[in-house]
């Protein structure tokens, strides 16, 4: 299928193709474990069951624009857009506060960089904020298996000063100072709630 973004440029989807052998799937794969996506998805499940939080990935709204029909098969769609720019990753509710956030992986070590974000992304970040909402990234360090939840106003902090000749990228160890660092478990698998509650708490000190 050929999926395309608003102003026409193709979308890359990952290949389907199997890994040409096991030996090869391990070196790809064996050390990886899972993405952040997943790794928030299966916490995002443990939540809900729980009645903690109902948290979901936002889908991407797309619009379908060639489908072919195959003698005895389903349909099966050709081309598709997505319909606009998407905003943010995950949104929900959690004790009452409505919560909004950004998931990045990088594979740096000493930098992150604001590249990785858009300018829609941040408008929506602000914007969420004004109406009280819990706006926040999780990031993670894949190589070094660490994981971080800044606030979005840290990060909108970032954006602004590269706009006006800034760095373009973000020091670690700037992370690590106006974040708050969490650990990988079982149950849920990344506990970002118990960050979430520490933003909670901290702007009602304020």
């Known amino acids: 299928m050929n999926l395309n973004y608003p102003d026409g440029r193709k979308f890359n989807q990952p290949s389907n193709k199997p890994a040409l052998s096991s030996t090869k799937k391990k070196i790809l794969f064996g050390d990886r ?22 948290i979901y990935k936002k889908p991407t709204p797309i619009q379908i624009v060639k489908v072919d029909y195959p003698k005895r098969s389903r349909a099966v769609i050709k081309e598709a857009y997505f319909r606009q720019a998407s905003t943010t990753d995950y949104n929900g509710i959690y004790n009452g506060y409505y919560v909004d956030f950004e998931a990045k992986e990088t594979k740096h070590k000493n930098t992150f960089p604001l590249k990785n974000f858009h300018q829609h992304q941040i408008d929506h ?82």
């Open 33 to 54: 474990g899972m993405t952040l996506e997943e790794e928030i998805n299966e916490s995002n499940k443990y939540y809900r069951s729980h009645d903690i939080a109902v």
């Open 125 to 206: 970040l602000k914007a969420c904020q004004k109406q009280g909402g819990v706006c926040f990234v999780i990031i993670k360090y894949v190589l070094l298996k660490r994981y971080f939840i800044m606030p979005a106003q840290n990060l909108i902090t970032y954006w602004d000063n590269q706009n006006q000749d800034g760095a373009k990228s973000i020091q670690f160890k700037q992370i690590v100072d106006c974040s708050i660092e969490i650990n990988s478990s079982y149950n849920p698998t990344l506990p970002y709630i118990e960050a979430v509650q520490q933003l909670i708490d901290n702007e009602k000190e304020k």
